[in-house]
């Protein structure tokens, strides 16, 4: 994959720009168009089926309140029977005497008030009653099915099938059920039912249970359909609870397919409409396959597509017109640049307004400016060099000093003035320590023996009264840290904490590794300082602390502690690694 992509970018850079201009101009056409196209056909088949949808939606809730309408006045005179007392006697007065017809007394007086309900209501084909005693009762619209009824219930207790059960949860709620569910019955599939328990509304206690079938051509009647004309467009009734279809109209389409792409949630093949029925909870369903939506969504990408192609071949020639009215000023420019690599300063070439030309001016003044700052370079590099031979001498001043230092150390022998010697010795050793081969790095010994050349001196000028004690660990005397950092602290110990002290004073120099740290200390028995914000205004510790920082970090410094009259104590802390840096170093001679 990477070799390709390197190849075709390879193949890209041969071309001179013009092409690659030309080229841009039409494949980014070409993409608006494609994307253009198929954006539009996205978005206008997703407002076909959206429309599509909701406008069923309302058909379909239209048709759910016909069912409704329907269903009402059945479901009332169901209800209504239970304000019989005569049924209510029927029911709970009876007894387990092994027969499962109720007494020709009973029958006639369920036949009664059952026929209110079985004449006058077109769509019920059938009513059944059992009480709890084991008898049934059975009155048919039709009449027939009845001794198939009487035949299995012989046998069978209703109380054990599972429609029973349901309706039992629902403590008199009708319970609507998608076919028959009585046993016995012949063609369950033709009608749809309710169950219900019977409650005597006196007690409330449950006296037994009926049973009431439906004609499933009253569902076909509450179907409200649209004047569209699909092919393979179909209308169901879904029983949700128990994954049953309880209506369904389609001629053309795969219903089998339908059904379980409803019952899976699927929408890859079809576009569902759907509203929900009070009354029965069942879900009334439009479903129209997508490739017949997508007729007019197809129709809008092909004309864009035809459309995109028309604008593509116009883009091509209008592409090579723009790419060749950019490149023209590049050419200009490209010419001049050449003639100026030639040798050429005098450019007579006149350019026009565009960005190129603003270019080709800008150019124009370059040149002309050139000479200019070719002398003034010169200059500045002239000035380098005077800088770097001055560097040289001041660093040839300090050998000569120490140099001389030493010839008057070895006169001073000579001549047997030992206090003198040593102090010239001192001198000379601190400027040699000071000088550092010109190095930015110096070991901790180095520094220790600096400090110790200086003390040297200075006790011989105030006559031995400071005592210097280094107590430095010996693992970290090869470490190399900055240059200077620890002796203008004992400078400053010095000046401002035991030259002001009536007698002498200690000075205690240590160091020591901390984790992955060096922290040495320079504490004095001084006077002390009672704003230790005075130290901050001091250039030498204000060099040293942004010496520090600038080298090591701003996590890195130094901080101080002092008690007047008792003495100040410095602290730094560094890393004990200089990066670039090797850790082990010679220590430098005498």
Known sequence: MKSRFLNGWKWWRRHNIRDQIFMSMLFLTILAIGVLGTVSYHMEKTTIEENYRQSYETMLKNSSKILDLKLKPIIDKGRSILTNSQLCEVLENGSKDGEHEFSLEDQKVLERILTSITLQEEAV???????FYGHHFFLSNINKGG???????KEHCFQDESWYHKTIENAGKEVFWGEGVLGGEEDTEKVFCFTKILNNPSTGLPMGCMVLNLSRRMLGESIVEGDEEYHTSAYMIMDEDHDM????????ADTEQLVQDFLKNSDKKYVFSVAKNETTGWSFVNAIAKNELSITSRYVRNVVFSLGGIIVILSFFLARKISKSITKPLKQLEKV??????GERNISEEFDDSEVGM????????VNTNLELSERLMAVRLNEREAELLLLQAQINPHFLYNTLDSIYCVAIIHGDDQIA??????????????NNGEKYISVADSIRRIEEYMKLQNMRYQDRFELHIEVQPEIMVNKIISFILQPFVENAMYHGLKPKLGKGSIWVTGKRAGKNLVFEIRDDG???????????????????????????????????????KGTTV????????????????????
């Not at 640049?337 to 030639?342: K, S």
């Open 125 to 131: 084909s059938s009513v059944a009653v059992m009480d």
């Open 147 to 153: 001794l198939s009824f009487y035949n299995y219930y």
């Open 245 to 252: 279809t309880v209506y369904i109209n389609s001629e053309n």
């Open 337 to 342: 640049i050449y003639d100026v690599g030639e």
């Open 359 to 366: 270019i080709g001016r800008k150019f124009k003044e370059m």
């Open 422 to 435: 040593e102090m010239i010795l001192a001198l000379s050793n601190n400027f040699k320590l000071s000088l």
């Open 527 to 565: 006077v002390g300082i009672q704003d230790l914000s005075k130290l901050e205004t001091g250039y030498g510790i204000r060099n040293v602390k942004e010496r520090i920082q600038l080298n090591y970090g701003p996590e890195y410094g130094v901080t101080f502690e002092s008690e007047p009259g």
């Open 571 to 590: 602290r730094i802390t560094i890393p004990e690694k200089v990066k670039g840096m090797e850790k082990h170093v010679s220590i430098s001679g005498d």
